[in-house]
Antibody, heavy 118, light 107 residues
Framework: EVQLLESGGGLVQPGGSLRLSCAAS????????ISWVRQAPGKGLEWVSTINDGGDSTYYADSVKGRFTISRDNSENTLYLQMNSLRAEDTAVYYCAKSTVTRLFDYWGQGTLVTVSS | DIQMTQSPSSLSASVGDRVTITCRAS??????LAWYQQKPGKVPKLLLF???TLLSGVPSRFSGSGSGTDFTLTISSLQPEDVATYHC?????????FGGGTKVEIK
């Protein structure tokens, strides 16, 4: 059974940093691209970032480019999102999602809440 | 960047009604359009891809159509378990984009 378990969310002040983790199991982690997708309270979904299976190609939404860094450790089956220079508009539930070859999201974690507020 | 516009943002319909949700892309995306269902308090679930291909196990009352810039998701006979927010997603471009979501409720 595919499982994705996010952690690392919490309350952070504007301008602060946070590192999210996503522990994966139930599939061959190193064979799939993985993404972060976020959802602000009461809002729609927003794709944040994707990293390819090998970890050598990364993609970012314009809203986070230059502030967020996605990475993965295939030996630990873990995905990361380093978030710097956080803003109030980054407040959201952050989901990690397994990507298909065609860049759809077929499995989702339960999400971790990030709140940016003073 | 591609913008995806969903309409309506919410709707209320009776059990058994036919429900149609529209998703419009700001530029052509061929048929690289997927739909997700997100029930209250749950994570999104992939329903359809390639505009009209249902995933295994998705009830046949769901259908999708469209190509280019205009797409629709139709529920032929709304059921209580279909209460959810529906999101479209384009996957034609390198930067993926979701629509704003459509909340479906029972009248």
């Amino acid at each position: 059974e595919v499982q994705l378990l996010e952690s690392g969310g919490g309350l952070v002040q504007p301008g602060g940093s946070l590192r999210l983790s996503c522990a994966a199991s139930g599939f061959t982690f190193s064979s799939y691209a993985i993404s972060w997708v976020r959802q602000a309270p009461g809002k729609g979904l927003e794709w944040v970032s994707t990293i390819n299976d090998g970890g050598d190609s990364t993609y970012y939404a314009d809203s986070v480019k230059g502030r967020f860094t996605i990475s993965r450790d295939n030996s630990e089956n873990t995905l990361y999102l380093q978030m710097n220079s956080l803003r109030a508009e980054d407040t959201a539930v952050y989901y990690c999602a397994k990507s298909t070859v065609t860049r759809l999201f077929d499995y989702w974690g339960q999400g971790t809440l990030v709140t940016v507020s003073s | 960047d591609i913008q995806m516009t969903q309409s309506p943002s919410s709707l209320s319909a009776s059990v058994g009604d036919r429900v149609t949700i529209t998703c419009r892309a700001s530029q052509g995306i061929n048929n690289y359009l997927a739909w997700y269902q997100q029930k209250p308090g749950k994570v999104p679930k992939l329903l359809l891809f390639a505009a009209s291909t249902l995933l295994s196990g998705v009830p046949s009352r769901f259908s999708g159509s469209g190509s280019g810039t205009d797409f629709t998701l139709t529920i032929s006979s709304l059921q209580p378990e279909d209460v959810a927010t529906y999101h479209c997603q384009e996957y034609n471009s390198a930067l993926l984009t979701f629509g704003g979501g459509t909340k479906v409720e029972i009248k």
